[in-house]
């Protein structure tokens, strides 16, 4: 950081002796500041310390901190996909629901999961700090993963698996899914930004690096929760679904799903036991007091002032925010304001994307039921394919990190961040382009009833083939890795220190915003309809997409010419050292 700078001994020594705080905990405070508390202000510090110690080389590149971190999301997210993956099936085959009671729910846990993520955010920058908000998280996570795997146990169902029982087994569920949901709430803000606070001094290229692998961990998670679970339910009596006419053969599914949830909560609880036994290894941001309450001050004292100078002020400001009166602020009020305009910038570039996350949960919600139109093998499941977009990520952000983008870097063309994320629209543009395209093949094989069965016209002898439906799930997870990735990158160099969990938690309400408008559509969710449904999921994101690009490309602008003026340091640095050597 520029504004602060790690306290490190030069030499090997105690952190709690010299540096740390009461706990051994190393203390990250601003320049010019007292560095540790249990000295005497008056003390002389020696002049290096006023300079931010050069980044320690490891022999994997990465500090055991990050390794850690990474670890930590890769199982974290193993137990959210794991579980989250087979709510759909669970839901519509267990417990009876329609697809669009089942298509609510699911996009109420996902808004509940991300659109509580501000308070996860706040907690971590004006109280608790990031470790102690994950670590209380992972106590809410651990009480939902339970209830949920306990109302799926044959012991919660009063004839199973046919008649749950209705004092647990609905109730567990709902109860569980808001416990997973308020924990995924408090982790997901705070464990990037931990993620980038442990490379002090690290250079953007790095950190652009840390935050690819970061989502490697993320879909490496994804690919074992995908790719593992929906097999863990082939166990278990047979339950016969739908209405079977006479003498056709009764459609059946195995029922064990309580072992597929079964399995990644007890992985899950991996993940508190790596995170807290690593706290001596983190760099600890202590929290920075009232952000919130502050920025509301400044919003209300803008508020009224631009009210007051009516529609056309004599003096236009070039910002909302510049009509506050920073003397509301009390002290650091010009600074706090500063930063407040520039993260308050920041967060009006994020406002496409709950269109994008809208066309993201479809792999989770329409995408199961169109499985259920397609032919499958037997020891396939309908959200199986759901694989394939973790294993898409997880074969990429490598090639793409190491090969790729430094190719396009070396050849002329950088890809700024801007540019970056509209690829990533384009690309989840295809892919639903393509869903859209395949229901209206599927509306051509056959028709549906309007109870929502499908029956295929007599001319045809057999279903769709389920392979005609992989393409999206790649598709879309190449757009991630240029959209999503991106943002993360954007939120977190782009917002001052002191609001960065706040704003990556309003980064990740844009997926509670997807979801609110999946919640919204949900009774407009119709096998007849579907087609259309996707289309013009693809024609809202294009457009916004276009709109995103000519709104904000000046940010590309300002990119190339910091790179440009990097790499022009970076030569006269290696001609001085050049010259340097040739001298001796």
């Not at 106590?139 to 009063?158: E, M, N």
């Not at 599914?253 to 609880?269: E, H, Q």
């Not at 045809?460 to 879309?476: G, K, L, N």
Request: proline share 7%.
């Amino acid at each position: 950081y520029r504004d602060y700078v790690l306290t490190m001994p030069h030499s090997r020594g105690s952190w709690k002796d010299d540096f740390g705080g009461p706990d051994g905990d190393p203390y990250v405070t601003p320049i010019g500041q007292q560095k540790n508390p249990h000295k005497k202000q008056d003390e002389e510090c020696p002049e290096e310390d006023e300079q931010a110690a050069p980044p320690a080389q490891y022999s994997c590149g990465w500090p055991p901190s990050v390794i850690c971190i990474l670890l930590v999301e890769l199982f974290e997210r193993f137990a959210f996909y794991g579980i989250s993956v087979s709510f759909m099936n669970y839901m519509e085959n267990m417990l009876g629901w329609q697809q669009s009671v089942a298509n609510a729910a699911v996009s109420t846990f996902n808004f509940v999961s991300y659109g509580m993520c501000i308070l996860g955010g706040v907690m971590a920058d004006d109280f608790w700090g990031r470790y102690y908000t994950i670590s209380v998280s992972c106590v809410f996570y651990t009480i939902g993963i339970a209830c949920i795997t306990l109302s799926a146990c044959p012991f919660s169902w009063k004839d199973y698996p046919d008649t749950p029982m209705p004092g647990f087994a609905i109730p567990g569920l709902i109860v569980g899914m808001f416990f997973m949901g308020m924990g995924t709430s408090g982790i997901k803000p705070n464990v990037s930004t931990m993620l980038a606070e442990q490379l002090v001094g690290a250079s953007e290229r790095k950190i652009e690096s840390a935050y690819r692998w970061f989502y490697f961990a993320i879909n490496g998670g994804g690919l074992l929760g995908n790719g593992i679970t929906p097999y863990l339910h082939k166990f278990g009596p047979d339950k016969i679904i739908g209405d079977p006419q006479p003498g056709e053969e009764p459609e059946t599914i195995k029922t064990s799903f309580w072992i597929s949830y079964l399995v990644p909560s007890s992985l899950f609880f991996l993940v508190v036991f790596i995170f807290v036994g690593g706290k001596k290894l983190y760099i600890l941001v202590p929290p920075s007091g009232s952000v919130v309450s502050r920025a509301c001050k400044a919003i209300w004292s803008a508020c009224k002032n631009r009210i007051k100078v009516g529609w056309k002020p004599a003096t236009p400001r070039a910002h909302f925010i510049d009509w506050c009166d920073v003397s509301v602020l009390g002290e650091g009020g010009e600074a706090f304001h500063k930063d407040l305009r520039k993260a308050l910038q920041t967060c009006s570039l994020l406002a496409v994307f709950p269109v994008y996350w809208l066309l993201y949960n479809q792999m989770s919600t329409n995408f199961v039921s169109q499985a259920k139109w397609l032919k499958l093998p037997s020891w396939l499941s309908e959200e199986s394919l759901n694989v394939f977009n973790p294993a898409m990520l997880v074969i990429s952000i490598p090639f793409l990190d190491r090969f790729f983008f430094p190719w396009m870097r070396s050849h002329g063309f950088p890809l700024p961040r801007i540019q970056r994320m509209c690829i990533g629209f384009a690309i989840a543009t295809c892919a639903m382009l393509y869903a859209g395209g395949l229901q209206l093949f599927i509306s051509t094989w056959g028709w549906f009833d309007d109870d929502g069965s499908y029956t295929l016209f007599s001319y045809h002898s057999s279903e769709i083939p389920i392979w005609f439906q992989i393409p999206p799930y790649p598709m879309i997870a190449m757009s991630e890795i240029f959209a999503n990735v991106t943002a993360y990158e954007f939120v977190y160099k782009e917002t001052p220190v002191t609001m960065r969990s706040i704003v990556m938690a309003l980064y990740l309400c844009t997926t509670a915003g997807g979801s609110l408008l999946g919640i919204i559509i949900s009774p407009l969710v119709n096998p007849k309809w579907l087609a259309q449904l996707f289309l013009g999921f693809a024609a809202c994101l294009a457009t916004f997409a276009v709109m995103f690009y000519y709104t904000f490309r000046h940010y590309d602008v300002t990119e190339l010419q910091q790179l440009a003026e990097a790499d022009e340091e970076a030569k006269k640095l290696l001609t001085k050292e050049n010259l340097e050597t040739s001298s001796h």
